[in-house]
């Protein structure tokens, strides 16, 4: 597994110099989906960056269970969670619990370090010392579609 950066993206700015360094061939792309080996190797502060139609992926998937998205500026924020993703299915449908409508995205803390309590059901439980995981997507004016993932635990990103 090669991650394309380990560090800590903070800003939009930040993950558009990424996603220029990997324009440039400065830093590499995700070419396939991981084995379950490499998912395992996943930590704090890896990052990764693949284009839809270089590596044939529409869909990250790390084998990890994580909270519905909150929106935190540019980036959707998802929290680890305890258990298996079937168990957060709700009765809508079989489609998982989702707080995509604006009405109930609620604000996400600076930085995003704090899960908001309005995200947990006795059903839904945070991960003890679980990653937070922050995405951004983009289409290029050629109509590319590229991804950015990004790994990090709070105690990793105060101590730095």
């Known amino acids: 597994m090669t991650e394309t950066y380990y560090g800590f993206v903070e800003t939009t700015r930040d993950a558009l110099l990424i996603f220029e360094a990997c324009r440039l061939n400065l830093l590499p792309r995700v070419q396939r989906?991981?084995?379950?080996?490499?998912?395992?190797?996943?930590?704090?502060?890896?990052?990764?960056?693949?284009?839809?139609?270089?590596?044939?992926?529409?869909?990250?998937?790390?084998?990890?269970?994580?909270?519905?998205?909150?929106?935190?500026?540019?980036?959707?924020?998802?929290?680890?969670?305890?258990?298996?993703?079937?168990?957060?299915?709700?009765g809508n449908g079989g489609y998982p619990i989702s707080s995509r409508n604006s009405s109930s995205v609620s604000a996400v803390p600076h930085c995003a370090f704090i899960p908001p309590a309005s995200i947990y059901t006795p059903e839904i439980t945070p991960k003890e010392h679980g990653l937070i995981k922050k995405s951004l997507s983009l289409t290029t004016r050629t109509n590319r579609k590229l991804h950015l993932i990004c790994y990090y635990s709070p105690p990793d990103v105060a101590a730095a």
Do not use: C, K, N
Not at 35 to 63: K, L, N
């Open 33 to 90: 989906r991981f084995g379950e080996r490499e998912r395992q190797s996943i930590r704090s502060g890896s990052v990764f960056v693949w284009d839809e139609e270089e590596s044939g992926m529409r869909r990250w998937t790390d084998g990890r269970t994580w909270s519905p998205s909150r929106v935190h500026g540019s980036f959707l924020i998802y929290y680890e969670l305890e258990g298996r993703r079937h168990q957060f299915v709700a």
